[in-house]
């Protein structure tokens, strides 16, 4: 069971906003930055938001991210069939001294 | 381009050892901090370690301390990865990944730990 906790699943349909969430404590996400990643299946993961709220070049400024208190959240709008995978938030605790990952959330666009 | 390239994964028996490389490419190697982090069949993301730019500071996820080490060759922009007394649970795609973002991500390379 992941430290980070993320709904295992969500589903929506294309052209909706689906929303992502990731909840920690003050060890992690209250007090360290959060990053999310992509991973569609047999490929590695890819960063879409970091520092919580950040996109990398060329993300789509349909991805966003936010946090608050011990909270992060992904949000994703317009949501389109090439969105279907895995993701993942990570962030550092400074009380376990580990990177630790959510155990992720299987997006389903219907 | 960044790139950053795994090696060394196999099929090994439980209680053995084996090497993981990380060659690294298209980026100042020595100014930043590098991460292992497994993915097993089906399963999530696990961070198995973390090293500092200078190599001096290594953290290690409880799951493989004592068991694994991470090093790194800054002339050489590489990665290394020991893992000593593997277990199945080892079992998994590991990945070398830069910066603590996690910024850029090999492809990874599979370790079977079966008899």
């Known amino acids: 069971q992941s430290v980070l906790t993320q709904p295992p699943s969500v589903s929506a349909a294309p052209g909706q906003r689906v929303t992502i969430s990731c909840s920690g404590s003050?060890?992690?996400?209250?007090?360290?930055?959060v990053s999310w990643y992509q991973q569609f299946p047999g490929t590695a993961p890819k960063l879409l938001i970091y520092?919580?709220?950040k996109r990398p070049s060329g993300i789509p400024d349909r991805f966003s991210g936010s946090k608050s208190g011990t909270s992060a959240t992904l949000d994703i709008t317009g949501l389109q069939t090439g969105d279907e995978a895995d993701y993942y938030c990570?962030?550092?605790?400074?009380?376990?001294?580990?990177?630790?990952f959510g155990g992720g959330t299987k997006l389903t666009v219907l | 381009e960044v790139q950053l390239v795994e090696s060394g994964g196999g099929l090994i028996q439980p209680g053995g050892s084996l090497r993981l490389s990380c060659a690294a490419s298209?980026?100042?190697?020595?100014?930043?901090?590098m991460n292992w982090v497994r993915q097993a069949p089906g399963k999530g993301l696990e961070w198995v370690s973390h090293?500092?730019?200078?190599?001096?500071?290594?953290y290690y996820a409880d799951s493989v301390k004592g068991r694994f080490r991470t090093t790194r060759d800054n002339a050489k922009n590489s990665l290394f990865l020991q893992m000593n007394s593997l277990r199945a649970e080892d079992r998994a795609v590991y990945y070398c990944?830069?910066?603590?973002?996690?910024?850029?991500w090999g492809r990874g390379t599979l370790v079977t730990v079966s008899s």
């Open positions: 990944v830069r910066a603590v973002t996690g910024d850029y």
């Open positions: 298209g980026f100042n190697f020595s100014k930043y901090e």
């Open positions: 090293i500092s730019a200078s190599g001096r500071t290594v």
């Open positions: 003050s060890s992690n996400i209250g007090n360290n930055y």
């Open positions: 520092d919580n709220n």
């Open positions: 990570g962030t550092w605790d400074f009380s376990l001294s580990a990177r630790l």
